[in-house]
């Protein structure tokens, strides 16, 4: 187990700057995710971390070690593939101990550490087969075992379940965690699955363009986030953003929307200033259906069981509301949004950060 | 749906009848140039000949089979076609897999390497026997000319039967390998990179993910590579033709040559096709070993 440090650190492409001074550290440990749409640079940084990209600057940190000049394999670090990247004309068995024979260990030990990592990934019946012969999840199993047995200082994921189909990939979203439980050794995970890493991770790193945009825990960027795109991009349904001007009031700021609409805001938001252009940020489940708000004309209902989400129109700009109790709504219908106005966001229009 | 074994598929009813009337022009090539030559040679194995109109005048059993064996130059031209067979696998398979990785590395100079490559196997082999014929030619050809400017003796290429089936070996494989290589480097660049990134994770230098992954992951390429050196080897008659006519003294003449000589040179086509067969049958011998040899575990 190590601390992993990211020190200013840059990735070139052919002149263009993938990665423009990453700056965040990792404790020894840890579960830290790091998440955001395509071409944020977070499978670069990924790779760097592991020694398969070169560094155009700054500094990694591996147990306290300067790792930019050090090769991959002297990195003490084991990364899990996202097409699992399982030698395909070797077995189980010759999988899991590939890396351990590269290092020179006894056969003794190999086999002992084979049989160790087989036991807790559940491959023991497996060993004799080729990857050919396994399902999605038992290849995916397998690269995690070929990581276990290294015993190694840090994991690295790469979206080790984009291949997998929604079902298995709730369970093995569930194993990795459990994995990282028992071993407690620090894990990085990419992923593009804001889910997956709210789930899974102790702290989450939200990438775009290059750019660190917020690090914290699971609940502090879904409560929390530091501007319209981390709300956004964390929670599902998505935060709806509602663009408009605050004016003051009798009571309060008062949120006047694009559209004509307003909306009282209480004692929210006092500090920030009357007259300013913001996006208000509020998530689906933060509006209630009632007979106070927002008019909104209904567009689509989509029932999932548990809950039921109306998609409804306010004046030209979709939202999204989750209601907990079965609704007769039906597309067409005229609705009434009202925020929980001390749970509502608010993001400064021009530049997209949270106000205040 | 479920389609019984003897029911047609009504969306591929279409199929049933063009299918066939499209591979009826391969199929008729085949059976006229392949199936039929050989049919009658394995019937001509069988069969006596008139010495004068050449034509089939009765059957000898194995008569020509038993004549063939016991023909000095049979017996020297079945080794002397292993040995072909042997050098030309030993020359062309490591070649060719060597520069199918050169090539692969993307290095200045590849886009014409690789052409001259491929030149040298588009170019007619008896073209390329006439030019290696000049080469080897004793104090004018080009070899002997960079002997003497080192001060070496003359070297009797073509002309001392063990140097001359080397000779017509490197000859041969100069011209061959882009085939091969072409097979190889095909191979090379369909292994998933991201195998040799996990290798390079596990530990593994260069020498361990060359000798671990990449020929392991080669092995239908290296032998279907074999196969195809071993067939063209047993095959081998325009270079031995062009540079040496069997010579000197038949010992550079392979089975193939043996078969010619016997039809053409002296009239005997029942032995000529006596040892076509025994080739044939030598080939099939030797590609069931290597296939046996070979086979994988793991369906790679």
Known sequence: MASVQMRKVIKNFAGAEVLKGVDFDIVDG????????SGCGKSTLLR???GLEDITGGEIHIAGQVVNGLAAKDRDIAMVFQNYALYPHMTVRENLSFALEM???????IEKQVVYAAGILGLDQLLNRYPRQLSGGQQQRVAMGRAIV?????????????NLDAKLRVQMRTEIKDLHERLKTTTIYVTHDQIEAMTMADRIVVMRLGVVEQIGTPLELYDHPANAFVGTFIGSPSMNLLRGRLVGGDKGLVFEHGGGQSMPLGAALSSVAPGTEVDLGIRPEHLTVGDTGFAARVVVVEPTGAETQVVADIDGQ????IVKDRVSIVRGDLIHLAPDTTRVHCFDAGTGQRLP | MKFSSWTVNPTRRGELAIGPLMILPAALGLCIFQFWPLGVAILNSFRAFNPFNHRPNGWVGFGNYQAV???PSFQSSFWVSLIYMALMMVVIIPSALGLAILLDKRMPGTALARGAILGALASSEAVAALIWNAIYQPNSGLLDVIFQTFGLPSQPFLTDGHLAVVCIVIMTAWKDIGLPMLIFLGALQAIPPHLFEAASMDGANRWNKFWRITLPLLRPSLVLGLFMTTIAAARLFTPIQILTAGGPNGQTSNIAYFSY?????FNSPGPAAASVVMMLLMLVVITVIQARALRSRSGI
């Open chain 1, 150 to 162: 290294r015993n190694p200082q840090v994991f690295l994921f790469d979206e080790p379940l984009s």
């Open chain 1, 30 to 37: 840890e579960f830290l995710s790091l998440v955001g749409p």
């Open chain 1, 318 to 321: 979709r939202v999204t509301a």
């Open chain 2, 69 to 71: 064996l016991a023909d």
């Open chain 2, 261 to 265: 000589a016997q039809a053409f040179l």
């Open chain 1, 48 to 50: 760097m971390i592991a």
């Open chain 1, 103 to 109: 290092r020179g260990e006894f056969k003794a030990h």
